[in-house]
């Protein structure tokens, strides 16, 4: 079956400008995750969804970052006013339930010049 | 605070021998444990997980789990060139909503 997807899967942006980053987990999956990797580090969570709330956003780094997941299948990663330190890898995974194991997507390789 | 802690080699066996990779964590509580793969410019993929105290097989590799030292391993033996990744060591603890990640160790086989 098809694994999670994730879109685009490199994006440059200037600094100051918005980003749209998507996911479309494992169908079926309720559990959805962000997380951002750097170079040489492990991923660090961001943001974790249950159906369509956000239960757990303690990881974003402050009020730039923001995530939404309407219908409880696709979540869209926003981040405002861009600075060079977001450049990074975002991870999308998804898991069948909390307790379950957590797949990843591709990634989107995020640029900000 | 939840650490995970990971050496980050590299570490480089030759073909065919066992490659052994270490994790340890700092929540005593911590339940479920991760290995995952990566390979460079890829992301992270699941090839182990332990619940567990002992030894899980799963082909070429093993995962080994000691909560009372705090301590997950993984042996892939007859390592192949192909095994050449970083590997990440992941935790979940009850009340976490999320993995704890290790920063990975680099592993090398040499042909």
């Known amino acids: 079956g098809a694994g999670v997807s994730q879109t685009p899967s490199n994006k440059v942006t200037e600094k100051g400008k918005y980003v749209e980053l998507r996911c479309d987990p494992i169908s079926g999956h309720t559990a959805l995750y962000w997380y951002r990797q750097s170079l040489g580090q492990g991923p660090e969570f961001l943001i974790y969804?249950?159906?369509?709330?956000?239960?757990?956003d303690s990881g974003l780094p402050n009020d730039r970052f923001f995530a939404v997941r309407p219908e409880g299948s696709v979540s869209t990663l926003k981040i405002q006013r861009t600075e060079r330190g977001d450049s990074a890898v975002y991870l999308c995974a998804s898991s069948a339930g909390l307790y379950n194991e957590q797949f990843f997507g591709p990634g989107t390789r995020l640029t900000v010049l | 605070q939840k650490e995970v802690e990971q050496n980050s080699g590299p570490l480089s066996v030759p073909e065919g021998a066992i490659a052994s990779l270490n994790c340890t964590y700092s929540?005593?509580?911590?339940?479920?444990f991760f290995w995952y793969r990566q390979y460079s410019g890829k992301s992270p993929e699941l090839i182990m997980f332990?619940?567990?105290?002992g030894d899980k097989e799963d082909g070429r590799f093993t995962a080994q789990l000691n909560k009372a030292s705090q301590y997950v391993s993984l042996l892939i033996r007859d390592s192949q060139p192909s095994d050449s990744a970083t590997y990440l060591c992941?935790?979940?603890?009850?009340?976490?909503?999320?993995?704890?990640f290790g920063t990975g160790t680099r592993l090398t086989v040499i042909p």
């Open positions: 332990i619940y567990s105290n």
């Open positions: 969804f249950q159906g369509t709330g956000a239960a757990d």
């Open positions: 929540d005593r509580g911590s339940q479920s």
């Open positions: 992941a935790v979940w603890s009850p009340g976490a909503n999320n993995l704890f």
